[in-house]
Nanobody, 114 residues
Framework: QARLVESGGGLVQPGGSLNLTCTAS????????MSWYRQAPGKERELVAH????????NYQPSVEGRFTISRDNARNAIYLRMTNLKTEDTAVYYC???????WGQGTQVTVSS
């Protein structure tokens, strides 16, 4: 069964950093591009970052540009999201997905609060 499992979320103060990991099982992340999305309470799910199959092209939502970095390790069957200089508005559940397969993880909570 194809699964994605996110980890690394938690509570952090504004200005802090977190590293999210998304590990795949039952399929290979090297099959296609991968993305991170997030959903804050009362808001729609939104795209945060996207990385192409080869990892050479990345795209970010403007609000996280320069603060977040998406990367992938096809050998480990995983993708990552490095988040720095976190702001309260980054609070959300973060999900990883492989768009071409429409496979989603269960999400990991990120809370930015003092």
């Amino acid at each position: 069964q194809a699964r994605l499992v996110e980890s690394g979320g938690g509570l952090v103060q504004p200005g802090g950093s977190l590293n999210l990991t998304c590990t795949a099982s039952g399929f290979s992340v090297s099959n296609g591009a991968m993305s991170w999305y997030r959903q804050a309470p009362g808001k729609e799910r939104e795209l945060v970052a996207h990385i192409t199959l080869g990892g050479t092209v990345t795209n970010y939502q403007p609000s996280v540009e320069g603060r977040f970095t998406i990367s992938r390790d096809n050998a480990r069957n995983a993708i990552y999201l490095r988040m720095t200089n976190l702001k309260t508005e980054d609070t959300a559940v973060y999900y990883c997905t492989q768009p071409r397969s429409n496979i989603w993880g269960q999400g990991t909570q990120v809370t930015v609060s003092s």
